[in-house]
């Protein structure tokens, strides 16, 4: 009796979940209706904590599409830290004056973050101290957005190739969070000085940048050398806030040595 017992729990254990199976670069982590992947660094045990760099993908993107891409998981592992790939419930991000056939009524893209942030936090050996928000195109617009309505949890934003949609906020939350934004001179996906979409239209990112300087009140400061190919200008609070402003003369796109070395920095 006891060998068929036994033998019973052995076929039915492979098939019992746990959490790395629940919740991996492969299995979505559900946070009530929405969810998220995540990938730790190779070689991590859990003994110790790790930063982690939470993606937002372009549009129509998927966190499947984000945890293909090589040049980010090699990113990751080079850092050191977990990659967070979210998921946005539609084609798009449905944050203010997204396109209006792009925008859930009553979804709150902040409260998603929220939810990712608590989350993470709860299940994985994950430093607090440094969290950073990243997202390309579409997802540069939800990392500013999140930037201006939740700076205070996290070390930092990185938007790539994405600003506010129009017009942009009059002002963001306090207190004012460091951001390395990044954009090519020749997109034209995402111009600088943004476009028409549908019935809205992209921001211009000099407006944003011009926007969170002086309601931050940030001075000038040096530029930092954030990479290769980038030009960069920079303003802050000669305290703990910094904004930068970086420029390649590509168009819609980025390499993975722009966010290390925005990583880098915001990590200094």
């Known amino acids: 009796m006891k060998f068929f017992l036994s033998l019973s729990l052995l076929l039915f254990l492979p098939f019992m979940p746990d959490d790395a199976q629940a919740c991996s670069d492969e299995s979505n982590c559900m946070v009530g209706e929405r969810s998220y992947l995540i990938r730790m660094p190779e070689g991590h045990d859990g003994s110790r904590k790790v930063g982690a760099l939470i993606y937002a993908h372009g549009f129509k993107g998927s966190p499947n599409g984000s945890m293909r891409n090589k040049s980010l998981a090699a990113l990751a592992n080079r850092l050191g830290v977990a990659f967070v790939a979210l998921d946005s419930a539609g084609p798009d991000w449905s944050i203010p004056n997204v396109p209006s056939d792009s925008a859930i009524p009553g979804l709150n893209e902040s409260a998603y973050l929220d939810a990712v942030r608590t989350d993470i936090l709860d299940r994985f050996a994950i430093d607090e101290e440094k969290l950073v928000v990243l997202g390309f195109s579409a997802g540069g617009m939800l990392t500013w957005h999140v930037a201006c309505t939740r700076p205070g949890d996290y070390l930092g934003f990185i938007p790539l190739s994405g600003t506010f949609w129009a017009p942009v906020p009059d002002r963001c939350e306090k207190p004012a969070a460091s951001i ?89």
Request: aromatic content about 8%; glycine content about 10%; hydrophobic content about 35%.
């Open 180 to 268: 390395v934004h990044i954009h090519g001179t020749t997109d034209r996906i995402v111009p600088l000085e943004g476009r028409p979409i549908k019935d809205t239209k992209q921001g211009d990112i000099d407006i944003a940048i011009s926007m969170y300087r002086d309601t931050n009140r940030f001075g000038a400061q040096e530029a930092p050398k954030v990479a290769d190919n980038l030009s960069c200008e920079a303003w802050g609070d000669g305290v703990s806030a910094t904004l930068v402003k970086c420029l390649h003369d590509g168009g819609h796109t980025f390499k993975a040595d722009y966010i290390e070395g925005a990583w880098n920095f915001l990590t200094r």
